[in-house]
Each structure stands twice: as structure tokens, then as C-alpha cells.
């Protein structure tokens, strides 16, 4: 009986590991490792909790090509504590990201799937977004695009979404969310008549990819497929703003418009509405291809706040 043969680009970008997703995003054959779980980089503090370690801390980084150009990468693995940072995980981080001025790559790729920081390392999780986010800062002031693809799990909240707001570019499906405070959080802190947890079609339109794509926040919608990701990434490694003052205070400018425009309402939908859409209860079942088409007609989708 032959062995069936799986296109590792043809597979579901939210189902995959982190290690799938590298496999099939990257050119084959040219993943390089950089502290690979052989080398058993774990977590100290878990154990102080009985909480079970991984080899690789949940954090893959690297090297690779794509589409033959050379490129670091770094996947978190949302199965693994939901991706979240502490103090190994986010140095290999921190580390790959002050190799790229050295190594001129082309870009680096993060692709993200986090719930934030862990609460059992919170202090060195802390600190390890904050060094993340200057150390972005400072690839892309090299001029190295540092481009964020989300579609996974656990989505890019908590720090994870502050990292995210300071790519250059990103990319988004259907299953990747973006928020600093998670709905649980919000309703923690709120109450469930503020923010209902549990109404998962309210989850995905507040901070859903559509909705980022729609406001500006994301940068590129697409399948969820590793392919689609792949080509995204090739797109918007092209399409890289400047980071210099200019950039920095246009953002500013658009982030004050969106409060003007946006600040009183109350439900992703009425913003959809001011936006242009004339259905907006129909955004959320409309294919990558109609959502496409339907953000080429809007206006504000396309700029370089988040």
C-alpha cells in the first residue's frame, strides 16, 4: 500500500503545528534551526509549578529562503501553554531578531499564535515583549521588513498584539484574531453586558481578521491555507513602509481619525456601515475572494496604522 503524500501548503494554516507551517511556508529543504529542541532550551520556572516543560520552549526561530531569498523566521506553537511568552520563548526571540541587522535578510517572518504573557513567568514575559518591540524597532530602522502572519489558535493577543502592532506588515485569515486584552479579560474587568465572552460571532467581528483587515489593522486577508500565507507574505515583503518620522506621524494622524470617526459605536458592524459597506451583517460569511473585492471599494483599509 503506498504512502499518501501530503502537500504540507495545501494544509489549514490554523489546524498546523508551528513546524507544519515553517515546512510549508518556506522554500523545501532550507530551514535551518537556531536552538532546536535537541538542544533542551526549556523553561526553569514551570517545573516550580508542576507544570510540563517543552524542548523547544514553544518557539521555533530560524533561518530559511523564500522564494529563494533568505529570510529569519520565527513560529510560535499555540499548542504548547497557547503560545504564550516567557523567558526562553521570548529570548530566542529577541535573539533572532538582533541577528537580522547583521545578517541582512531579506525580511523576517513572524508568525504568531499567542494568548500573551504567561502568568507563571509574568515578570520575565513582560520584559521580553518590551525588548521584542525595540528590537523590531531596530530591524526595521536597518531597513529589514519585519512581516507578522496570523491565523493561528490562539491569535495574537496580550503582548502578542503589541508585537504585532509594530510589524511593518501583517497578514490575517479568517481565524486569526488581534487584541491586547482578550474577551475574557474584557469581561472579567467589564462585565458579560460589556463584553460577552461566549458570544463567539461577537468575538470574531470585534477583533476578528475581517475587521482588522477592514480598519487598517492587517494588512492582507487571505485562506486559510499555508499557501495563502506564503503568498501574502511574498506580497507584502514588497510593499514594506518606511520607518522614519513621516510613517510614525501619518500613523498618528490616522489613529486619531479612526477615534474621530469610530469612537461611539458600539458593535464592529456599525463601523462597517460608516466605513461604506452596505450589508454589514453579510461581512462575516463572505469568501477571501468577496472580501477581497469588497475592501478594494472602501476607503481607509489600506494605511499603515494598526
Known amino acids: 500500500m503506498s504512502e499518501r503524500i501530503t502537500d504540507p501548503r495545501a494544509a489549514s494554516w490554523y489546524e498546523a503545528s508551528a513546524r507544519a507551517r515553517l515546512d510549508g511556508l518556506l522554500d523545501p529543504g532550507s530551514f535551518t534551526e537556531i536552538l532546536g529542541p535537541e538542544q533542551r532550551r526549556m523553561s526553569p520556572h514551570l517545573p516550580l509549578f508542576d507544570l510540563p516543560r517543552a524542548f523547544d520552549d514553544g518557539m521555533v526561530v530560524g533561518s530559511g529562503r523564500l522564494d529563494g531569498r533568505p529570510v529569519l523566521v520565527a ?8 503560545g504564550a511568552f516567557g523567558e526562553v520563548h521570548g529570548a530566542k526571540l529577541v535573539g533572532l531578531l538582533r541577528a537580522a541587522p547583521a545578517l541582512k535578510p531579506a525580511a523576517v517572518l513572524i508568525l504568531f499564535d499567542t494568548g500573551g504573557v504567561r502568568l507563571q513567568e509574568a515578570n520575565a514575559g513582560e520584559t521580553a515583549i518590551a525588548e521584542v518591540m525595540r528590537a523590531i524597532a531596530e530591524v526595521r530602522a536597518a531597513g529589514i521588513p519585519v512581516i507578522g502572519l496570523i491565523g493561528g489558535r490562539a491569535g495574537a493577543y496580550g503582548g502578542g498584539g503589541l508585537i504585532a502592532g509594530t510589524c511593518s506588515r501583517l497578514a490575517v485569515s479568517e481565524g486569526g484574531r488581534i487584541s491586547v486584552s482578550g474577551p ?44 495563502a500565507f506564503r503568498a501574502a507574505a511574498l506580497d507584502l515583503i514588497g510593499r514594506a513602509p518606511a520607518f522614519d518620522l513621516a510613517t510614525l506621524e501619518a500613523e498618528q494622524a490616522r ?27 453579510a461581512v462575516p460569511g463572505l469568501t477571501a475572494a ?17
Open 75 to 82: 513560529a510560535q506553537e499555540g499548542r504548547f501553554m497557547g
Open 184 to 227: 475574557e479579560v474584557i469581561e472579567t474587568n467589564k462585565g458579560a453586558e460589556e463584553f460577552d465572552s461566549r458570544d463567539r460571532a461577537l468575538v470574531w467581528r470585534t477583533m476578528g481578521g475581517k475587521h482588522r483587515r477592514l480598519t487598517g489593522g492587517a494588512d492582507a486577508f487571505v485562506d486559510d491555507t499555508v499557501a
Open 255 to 281: 489613529l486619531e481619525r479612526r477615534l474621530s470617526d469610530f469612537g461611539d459605536c458600539r458593535d464592529a458592524t456599525e463601523i462597517w456601515g460608516r466605513l461604506g459597506v452596505n450589508d454589514p451583517a
Open 290 to 306: 468577496d472580501f477581497d473585492a469588497l475592501v478594494a471599494g472602501l476607503r481607509e483599509t489600506t494605511h499603515d496604522a494598526r
